[in-house]
C-alpha cells in the first residue's frame, strides 16, 4: 500500500461533514477492492485487507507492553489485536456488542489452551463462547485502548461509524475510573483511512488516539486534545437509556453524586434555593463513610424471605445452587464479578438464594452479569425476584 493511494481520500470541499469522510472512505474501499468479508464496508468498520499485519505492530508498542488489562473493541479488524493481548498473558476485555448487556466481558480461554484456541477465543464466536461479564463495581483499571475507525488524522482525531458506541464505551469507562486521561488509545486501520479530519468537526465527546497502526505505519499522533471526561448525559437519548440498561444504573449513580444528568430533550433540574447539593465525586472514587464490596456484609438470613416492605424489582433470584454449595461459595463469585449486593439471603435447602440490589437498575445489571454462572458443575439460573415469581 502506498501513500499515494490515499491522496483521493482527503476532504474535497469546504464544509465537509463526519458523513461526508466516511462516504468517501467506504467508496474507495470498496472500489478499490480493500477489504475482506463482511461487505459492503459502508456502516461497518471495514474490515481491512492486511488488518492482521497492521495489527502485528501493537505488541512492539511500549504502552503494550507495560499494560496488564487491555480493552479491544469487538469488531473484525481488531482479532489478531485480541490474540495477541490473549497470547501475551494479558487481561482482555472487549466490549458487549452494543453494549446491551453490560460494559465490559472478560476473556477467558480454557486451562492450557494452544494458540489455536487463542485465535478461536479472538474471533467474535469466541469472544461469546469464552467471555465473563464484568461487572460495574468490580474497580477495573485498563492500561491500553484499542478502537475500531472509520477514519483518523495524523493529529489523532478520530471518526467512527456514527453510532458512538465506541465514544461511549470511552465516556462509561471513565464515569466508573478504568481510565484516565494518561490511558493511551491505539486504533488500527488502513492505510487509506488516515486522512486530514477538520478541526470544527470535533465534538467534546469524541475519543482522541495516540498511536495508529497501519500495516505500513506506526503513527506516533502527540495529539493534545483532551479526551472526554465522562457520560455526555445532555447527548444520550431515553431510547438509548432503554436500549442500554448499564447506562441507567451509571445514571443513577452521577445523579446521586450532584452531577447533571440531563437527558437530551429534557429540561434541566436546577436545584431548590437553600438547599443543599451533594458534592460531585471523582471517577472512581466512593464518599469516605461508604463501604466498598470488601466491606459490605452481605448477611446470611437463613429461611426470611429477600426483604419485607422494599421493591421486589431490586431483589434478583438465583436457583439452581448445587446442594452441597456454602453462602462463602457464592460470595467469592459475586465478589469476583463485581456484583456484591447490599444483602444476601441464604435458602440452602431450596437451593436458592436472594440478593438485594439499590435499585431495579442494579439488579438488571446484575442479572446481566451473572448469567451462565456456574457454581461446581452445575449452572446457576438467574432472574429478577419479580419474573421468577411471576413464573
Known amino acids: 500500500m502506498s501513500r499515494g493511494d490515499c491522496v483521493a481520500m482527503e476532504p474535497r470541499a469546504v464544509g465537509v461533514s463526519k458523513q461526508d469522510i466516511r462516504e468517501q472512505i467506504w467508496d ?16 461497518r468498520i471495514p474490515n481491512f485487507k492486511g488488518a492482521s499485519h497492521a495489527a502485528e ?28 493481548v490473549l497470547e501475551s498473558n494479558k487481561t482482555l476485555l472487549v466490549p458487549t456488542p452494543r453494549l446491551r448487556t453490560g ?15 487463542l485465535r478461536k477465543c479472538a474471533t467474535s464466536q469466541g469472544v461469546r463462547n469464552y467471555s465473563v461479564p464484568i461487572g460495574l463495581d468490580s474497580r477495573v483499571l485498563v492500561d491500553l485502548v484499542v478502537v475500531g475507525s472509520v477514519a483518523v488524522s495524523e493529529k489523532g482525531w478520530r471518526i467512527g461509524k456514527g453510532e458512538g458506541y465506541a465514544d461511549l464505551e470511552y465516556a462509561m469507562m471513565v464515569s466508573i475510573g478504568a481510565v484516565s486521561k494518561e490511558t493511551p488509545v491505539v486504533t488500527i486501520v488502513h492505510d487509506c483511512q ?36 465522562g457520560i455526555t448525559w445532555s447527548k444520550i437519548s431515553r431510547e438509548m ?106 435458602q440452602g435447602p431450596q437451593r436458592r438464594a436472594f440478593l438485594r440490589y439499590p435499585d431495579s437498575a442494579a439488579a438488571q445489571q446484575a442479572v446481566s452479569c451473572l ?11 438467574v432472574a429478577l425476584a419479580r419474573q421468577q415469581r411471576d413464573k
Open 194 to 229: 488516515v486522512v486530514d479530519i477538520p478541526e470544527e468537526l470535533l465534538e467534546e465527546h469524541d475519543v482522541a488516539v495516540d498511536y495508529i497502526l497501519t500495516p505500513t505505519r506506526v503513527i506516533t499522533t502527540g495529539c493534545e486534545r483532551p479526551q472526554p471526561m
Open 103 to 117: 460494559l465490559f466481558n472478560k476473556i477467558t480461554p480454557p486451562p492450557g489452551a494452544t494458540k489455536d484456541i
Open 28 to 43: 474507495h474501499m470498496e472500489s478499490q477492492n480493500l477489504a475482506d468479508f463482511p461487505r459492503p464496508v459502508h456502516h
Open 241 to 346: 437509556m432503554e436500549k442500554i440498561p448499564v447506562l441507567r444504573s451509571l445514571r443513577a449513580r452521577e445523579q446521586q453524586a450532584g452531577k447533571d444528568v440531563t437527558l437530551q430533550g429534557e429540561h434541566q433540574h436546577l436545584p431548590e434555593p437553600g438547599r443543599q447539593q451533594a458534592v460531585p465525586l471523582s471517577a472512581g472514587r466512593r464518599p469516605p463513610d461508604t463501604p466498598g464490596p470488601e466491606a459490605n456484609s452481605m448477611e446470611a438470613a437463613r429461611g426470611s424471605p429477600a426483604g419485607e416492605g422494599a421493591p421486589l424489582a431490586a431483589d434478583v433470584y438465583v436457583g439452581n445452587l448445587p446442594r452441597d454449595a456454602r453462602v462463602s461459595d457464592l460470595k467469592r463469585a459475586l465478589r469476583e464479578l463485581g456484583s456484591v449486593p447490599l444483602r444476601l439471603t441464604w
Open 57 to 84: 505492530q501493537l505488541p512492539r508498542l511500549q504502552a503494550f507492553k507495560t499494560a496488564r488489562t487491555i480493552k479491544v473493541n469487538p469488531d473484525a479488524p481488531q482479532k489478531n489485536a485480541r490474540f495477541f
Open 371 to 381: 448469567q451462565g454462572l456456574r457454581l461446581g458443575t452445575d449452572t446457576l439460573r
